[in-house]
C-alpha cells in the first residue's frame, strides 16, 4: 500500500466508494467522475503502477474481472458496447499512479466522443522503423 495514494485509501476503507465487485485480490468500484454513467475502475489491492512493473499474475486476475464487469455492463444496463481503458503515466493521461482499468459501458446515444481519430505514418518506411525499434526493446 502507499500513504499518498487515493485508491490505497478505498481499499483501506479510509475513503468511501460505490463497490461493484471484491475479492482477496482485487476491487472493482463505481467512478466518481464517470464519462458515461456505470463508468467503473478495476484495480488491484495491492499497490502496482505501472502496468509494465505490475506481475503478470496480478495483470490476469485484473482483467478475468474487467471482463466480468463488462458483461455485466451489457447486461445490467443494456449497454449498446463497451470501452476499456488503461493508462500508464501523466503523458498518457494517467491521473492516479496506481494501476487500474476504466470499464465504461457505451450506448448508441450517450454523446460520449472520446473514441480516438486515427492517423497515419508519413510513409510504410516509417511504420516498419517504429515497428523495429519496438520489436528490438522486447523482453
Known amino acids: 500500500m502507499s500513504h499518498n495514494c487515493i ?9 468511501p466508494c460505490t463497490k461493484i465487485y471484491e475479492d482477496p485480490e482485487v476491487l472493482a468500484f463505481m467512478d ?4 458515461v454513467k456505470g463508468h467503473t475502475l478495476v484495480i488491484p489491492k495491492a499497490h502496482h503502477n505501472p502496468l509494465m512493473d505490475t506481475p503478470p499474475e496480478i495483470l490476469q486476475k485484473l482483467i478475468t474481472v474487467v471482463q466480468t464487469i463488462a458483461r455485466a455492463q451489457k447486461k445490467g444496463l443494456e449497454a449498446d458496447g463497451v ?18 482499468f476504466h470499464v465504461i459501458p ?18 510504410l518506411g ?11 526493446a522486447l523482453d
Open 106 to 123: 457505451r450506448f448508441t446515444t450517450d454523446g460520449f466522443h472520446g473514441n480516438w481519430i486515427p492517423k497515419k505514418y508519413d510513409s
Open 126 to 136: 516509417e511504420m516498419q522503423d517504429y515497428a523495429d525499434r519496438i520489436r528490438k
Open 83 to 100: 470501452n476499456v481503458s488503461q493508462a500508464n503515466g501523466a503523458a498518457a493521461g494517467q491521473v492516479v499512479p496506481h494501476i487500474h
Open 32 to 35: 466518481i467522475g464517470p464519462v
Open 7 to 15: 485508491f490505497c485509501k478505498i481499499i483501506k476503507g479510509e475513503i
